[in-house]
């Protein structure tokens, strides 16, 4: 399962998908994937400028 918050705020994934654009998202879900099997690690935080951070979690 994954969850997503923008800005700190819980978010659908249509929702995130919709502020911060579906390729930015995907695209920074598979890194958090990548990086979890690398690190174990279950949050990730990432920055777009112009919308701010997309906090992508792991379960």
Same mark, same amino acid.
């Given at each position: ?5 923008? #800005?700190? !705020? !819980?978010?659908? /994934?249509?929702?995130?998908? %919709?502020?911060? $654009? *579906? !390729? ?6 598979? /890194?958090?994937?990548?990086? #979890? =099997? *690398?690190? $174990? =690690?279950?949050?990730?935080?990432? %920055?777009?400028? $112009?919308? $701010? ?7």
């Amino acid at each position: 399962m994954t969850t997503y918050k923008t #800005n700190h !705020a !819980a978010t659908t /994934k249509s929702m995130t998908e %919709w502020y911060f $654009g *579906k !390729a930015f998202v995907t695209s920074m879900t598979a /890194k958090a994937k990548r990086e #979890n =099997k *690398k690190t $174990g =690690k279950t949050e990730f935080r990432f %920055w777009q400028d $112009g919308t $701010g951070y997309l906090t992508i979690t792991l379960h």
